[in-house]
């Protein structure tokens, strides 16, 4: 498998990902345009993001910083997060379990 060859989904507006499924987690690629908002939410997997390029304005439990290349998040299960890109962003995601519904 090459990630060249993975189709790209757009998850919410400005939000596309590139998803590689295990038997317990998935991994997401995210390019992330300008400006795209992800809305405040949470979900039972656990997750991982880290900032491959460009700024992220994450807020988790209340708490808003700007990430940048390198920076690497870790979410609890059902801890309320959201986010929006600064600039055009590509992260990277890993949830646990799987993401059933980005299949």
């Not at 590139?18 to 390019?31: E, I, P, R, S």
């Not at 795209?36 to 993001?49: D, K, L, R």
Request: glycine share 8%.
């Amino acid at each position: 498998m090459h990630l060249d060859t993975i189709p790209s989904q757009e998850i919410m507006p400005g939000c596309h990902g590139k998803m590689v499924h295990g038997t317990q987690l998935t991994w997401a690629f995210w390019d992330i345009k300008l400006g795209a908002e992800v809305p405040m939410h949470h979900h039972p997997h656990e997750q991982i993001m880290h900032v491959v390029s460009g700024e992220f304005e994450f807020t988790l439990d209340g708490q808003t910083q700007v990430y940048g290349p390198g920076s690497v998040v870790h979410i609890a299960s059902n801890r309320p997060h959201s986010g929006r890109a600064l600039t055009p962003c590509r992260l990277m995601d890993v949830f646990s379990p799987v993401r059933e519904e980005y299949r």
